[in-house]
């Protein structure tokens, strides 16, 4: 269930990051809040960063036993400590936010999302 619910967050935030790669007036929400719409550079991060989300999405996915994508146990384990460790610092990073958006609506997607990626590697 763990892997599940976090998919579909962590889903729902790559979809937020698609649409401000692809300049979406969204930014307020994502990489600080200070643009609302990413400048280009800005921009070409937040698409590195989809399809990193989406890695992450399979990678809870397969450790979750829901479906594989051919990593090995280990690696796609490793990923997903990796991706509950970096959602743990994303969740303060994104409460120390000046952007209130980042910080009242990212801030406990990113913790849950989290916590999600933690049971999932512990228990798997």
Not at 2 to 22: K, R, S
Not at 27 to 52: A, H, N, Q, W
């Given at each position: 269930?763990?892997?599940?619910?976090?998919?579909?967050?962590?889903?729902?935030?790559?979809?937020?990051?698609?649409?401000?790669?692809?300049g979406?007036?969204?930014?307020?929400?994502?990489?600080?809040?200070?643009?609302?719409?990413?400048?280009?550079?800005?921009?070409?991060?937040?698409?590195?960063?989809?399809?990193?989300?989406g890695?992450?999405?399979?990678?809870?996915?397969?450790?979750?036993?829901?479906?594989?994508?051919?990593?090995?146990?280990?690696?796609?384990?490793?990923?997903?400590?990796?991706?509950?460790?970096?959602?743990?610092?994303?969740?303060?990073?994104?409460?120390?936010?000046?952007?209130?958006?980042?910080?009242?609506?990212?801030?406990?997607?990113?913790?849950?999302?989290?916590?999600?990626?933690?049971?999932?590697?512990?228990?798997?």
């Open positions: 269930m763990a892997a599940i619910i976090g998919a579909i967050i962590f889903g729902g935030i790559a979809l937020l990051t698609l649409l401000v790669t692809l979406a007036p969204l930014g307020e929400f994502t990489l600080g809040g200070k643009y609302r719409v990413l400048p280009f550079k800005m921009r070409i991060m937040s698409g590195i960063s989809f399809v990193i989300q890695f992450a999405i399979l990678s809870i996915l397969q450790v979750g036993k829901l479906f594989s994508i051919g990593l090995p146990e280990m690696v796609a384990n490793g990923s997903c400590f990796f991706f509950a460790i970096y959602l743990s610092i994303n969740t303060i990073m994104n409460f120390c936010s000046d952007s209130k958006k980042e910080k009242y609506v990212m801030t406990p997607l990113s913790f849950i999302t989290a916590i999600c990626f933690w049971i999932v590697a512990v228990i798997h």
